[in-house]
């Protein structure tokens, strides 16, 4: 295991900043889980205008998707959801129209 003692020759206190630490850490986790379900509208998007030739549709798509995360990283309740939705409508309308 690491020597968490000394630090560049300063004492180091793990209970110093572990708050701040966690925060950080879920902070990261949460933009991480909001964007890749961004980016995983952003590739049903595509697929959209792709295979259907509903490129207006897609530009929405895109849209909604950058609003649905936005509100996921401001409403901690919402979070990874908002895109999730936005990606549950976009596979419904590529396998059924």
Known sequence: MAE???VAGHTY???M???THEQTYR???RFVEIGSGVVICWVLALAIGGIREAWL???LSVIASGAAGAI???APAV????PLVVAVLLLLY???A
Not at 79 to 82: C, H, I, N, S, T
């Open 27 to 29: 902070g990261f986790v």
């Open 13 to 15: 206190s793990p209970a």
């Open 4 to 6: 968490s003692e000394t």
């Open 94 to 96: 590529l396998f059924f």
């Open 57 to 59: 549709l897609a530009i």
């Open 79 to 82: 979070g990874w959801r908002g």
């Open 72 to 74: 996921g990283a401001v």
């Open 17 to 19: 900043d572990a708050k």
